[in-house]
């Protein structure tokens, strides 16, 4: 099926729609479709995806519980650089989401065009059960974040150590093999150094720390081929806590699943916990939050789980791949001055913290 994905919510259509729909077998047809909003990159939360904002309505004999408030995400226009994150996400919410019970955005329809590397995601709008939509300028609240550790336990320990990474999914990538992996370590490197070199105070925090661009790559390399020598599951990928959406029913979900990959579970935990909580309140309470998250982790099944004080370790290493990754390769146009320099402030304080570069070391 040939696909012309637009970039905007001027080449939307109910024929469009209704193709995205027919591309994973779906029935469901829309008979009309009006776009409602869209944001662009740079515009608000929108980093390595455009979002168009669509109402629609059913054919009749469509499934009673479908949405009609969407969100159509597309390519971001600017390159085609990100072609291996597009077609990471459609496959997960292609092949996995479906047999997910966790809080995710529900989908309707996907395409991933290899030629152009342009995507489309026909998601739920998560506005029609009154999510909120944190990042660091809010105040979360510690059961919050256990609701978002509960989500994540539910997920790690579905996929821990599955024998289907061997069989049906053996196409899930790691941190090592993939385009993903391609591109956030031969890529995304000196973009990374661009904002090193042009924004003084990304200059300033790596300078603080002792290190420089090529040293946190090296830890982060050091610390992915440490990670694959440990249990494996399956990953969210990117869980700072502007991934995130609570809903009413005291729920936590995940968004954006363009990172997702299989690899150590603490790679989750630990941005997760650091983003989601000022300073003292980390200093304060992450411990017990690791506590809990591994009790939940068990209580959904997975076997064989490390200790804590192991555990421990690993949260407290894997805090260089979001130093280096996480917010470093962001430019401040993506999500604001404010929410990029206080993502900065909690990593960089996290990692002195937990003597995260002394861990990083006796694995190098």
């Known amino acids: 099926m040939a696909f012309e994905h637009p970039i905007s ?5 109910t024929d469009y729609l209704n193709k995205l729909f027919a591309a994973v077998g779906s029935h469901a047809r829309v008979t009309d479709a009006v ?8 515009q608000e939360m ?6 168009t904002f669509i109402e629609v309505k059913y054919a009749p004999g469509a499934p009673a519980d479908l949405p009609t408030r969407l969100v159509l995400k597309l390519a971001r226009g600017v390159d085609d650089i990100m072609g291996p994150f597009y077609r990471n996400e459609v496959e997960f919410y292609t092949h996995i989401r479906p047999d997910l019970s966790i809080e995710a955005p529900r989908s309707l329809g996907g395409h991933f065009d290899v030629k152009s590397k342009r995507f489309s995601l026909i998601l739920e709008d998560l506005r029609e059960r009154r999510a909120r939509f944190p990042n660091v300028l809010d105040s979360v609240t510690l059961d919050e974040v256990r609701c978002l550790l509960q989500t994540l336990a539910n997920l790690h320990a579905r996929y821990w150590n ?18 993903v992996a391609d591109l956030m370590n031969n890529l995304a490197p000196s973009y990374i150094q661009h904002e090193i070199d042009t924004q003084k105070f990304k200059a300033e925090f790596v300078g ?8 946190l790559l090296a830890g982060v390399q050091a610390l992915q081929r440490h990670q694959a020598r440990l249990p494996q599951t399956l990953l969210h990928g990117d869980t700072h806590l502007g991934n ?12 954006d699943w363009q990172l997702m990959v299989r690899g150590h579970h603490m790679h989750d935990v630990s941005y997760l916990i650091t983003t989601a909580l ?12 690791l506590a809990f998250y591994l009790d939940q982790l068990a209580a959904a099944g997975a076997s064989g789980v490390a200790n804590f004080e192991t555990t421990w370790r690993e949260y407290r290493r894997a805090l260089v791949w979001g130093v280096y990754i996480g917010w470093l390769t962001t430019p401040v146009v993506n999500y604001g001055w ?6 900065h402030l909690r990593l960089i304080t996290a990692y002195v913290d937990h003597e995260t570069a002394k861990l990083v070391k006796e694995i190098q």
């Open 9 to 13: 919510g001027e080449g939307v259509s």
């Open 338 to 343: 404010e929410i990029n320099v206080v993502n």
């Open 278 to 289: 000022t300073i003292a309140d980390r200093r304060s309470h992450e411990r017990d939050l």
């Open 162 to 179: 599955s024998p289907r990474f061997r069989d049906d999914l053996r196409w899930v990538e790691t941190h090592l093999t993939g385009g």
């Open 208 to 215: 603080s720390i002792g290190a420089t661009g090529a040293t």
């Open 46 to 51: 929108v980093s390595t995806a455009a979002r």
């Open 35 to 42: 776009v409602t909003g869209d944001k662009s990159y740079g």
């Open 244 to 255: 995130t959406y609570l809903l009413p029913n005291a729920r936590g979900g995940l968004l």
